[in-house]
Nanobody, 121 residues
Framework: QVQLVESGGGLAQVGDSLRLSCAAS????????MAWFRQAPGKEREFVAA??????YYANSLKGRFTISRDNAKNTVYLQMNSLKPEDTAVYYC????????????????WGQGTQVTVSS
């Protein structure tokens, strides 16, 4: 079993930057695809970014502002968020698995509890 714990969320203003962390325990993440999803009030969960052994993937609307990275030695995945906008306000979730379709949340086996990001203008 893999335990995932997100951190780094909080209150930010438009234009600020935040870096979210996802610390894994139980098993190494080196063999997993890791991803970030987010869910805003009244909206469906949406794909943010993912990282495999060979490449990264991003939601089209977030390319250039968000960056996903992983440190296998620390068993941690990061999401660097720059130029934050009010529409980025959501609960951000970390996920791990071996998905066939990486943008679909149901393909992942493990999820963190989420961390709240609130961006005010």
């Amino acid at each position: 079993q893999v335990q995932l714990v997100e951190s780094g969320g909080g209150l930010a203003q438009v234009g600020d930057s935040l870096r979210l962390s996802c610390a894994a325990s139980g098993r190494t993440i080196s063999t997993y695809t890791m991803a970030w999803f987010r869910q805003a009030p009244g909206k469906e969960r949406e794909f943010v970014a993912a990282i495999t052994w060979r490449r990264t993937y991003y939601a089209n609307s977030l390319k250039g502002r968000f960056t996903i990275s992983r440190d296998n030695a620390k068993n941690t995945v990061y999401l660097q968020m720059n130029s934050l906008k009010p529409e980025d306000t959501a609960v951000y979730y970390c996920a791990a698995g071996n998905p066939s379709t990486i943008v679909r949340g149901t393909e992942y086996d493990y999820w963190g509890q989420g961390t709240q990001v609130t961006v005010s203008s």
